[in-house]
């Protein structure tokens, strides 16, 4: 089972910029995929930005691209999301999740997953 734990979420004004983390430990899967996800209120999880540990493969939804990069430092254990030109519909909860496979914006192909941290964008 890998652990997962976010940080860097908060609270930033429209066109502003914030770096979440993740931290893997635990049984981590090196040839497997990273990813985050994001809830807002009332509405269902959904994808954000994927990526392979080898960085050969990096996908992001059509809301967040040109705008967020997602990034791994195999060193470190660690994911980042950088997050740029932010906007109000940005704000939810961010979750950090792994899998041994690459399931891409498939949700049901994650095994593990972060307890979330908040962003919120203000107008």
């Known amino acids: 089972q890998v652990q997962l734990v976010e940080s860097g979420g908060g609270l930033v004004q429209a066109g502003g910029s914030l770096r979440l983390s993740c931290v893997a430990s635990?049984?981590?899967?090196?040839?497997?995929?990273m990813g985050w996800f994001r809830q807002a209120p009332g509405k269902e999880r959904e994808f954000v930005a994927a990526?392979?540990?080898?960085?050969?493969?990096?996908i992001y939804s059509d809301s967040v691209k040109g705008r967020f990069t997602i990034s791994i430092d195999n060193a470190k254990n660690t994911v980042y999301l950088q997050m740029n030109t932010l906007k109000p519909e940005d704000t939810a909860v961010y979750y950090c999740t792994a899998s041994p496979s690459f399931p891409g914006a498939d949700i049901g192909g994650y095994t593990s997953w972060g307890q979330g941290t908040q962003v919120t964008v203000s107008s």
């Open positions: 635990g049984r981590t899967f090196t040839t497997g995929t």
């Open positions: 990526m392979r540990w080898f960085g050969d493969v990096i």
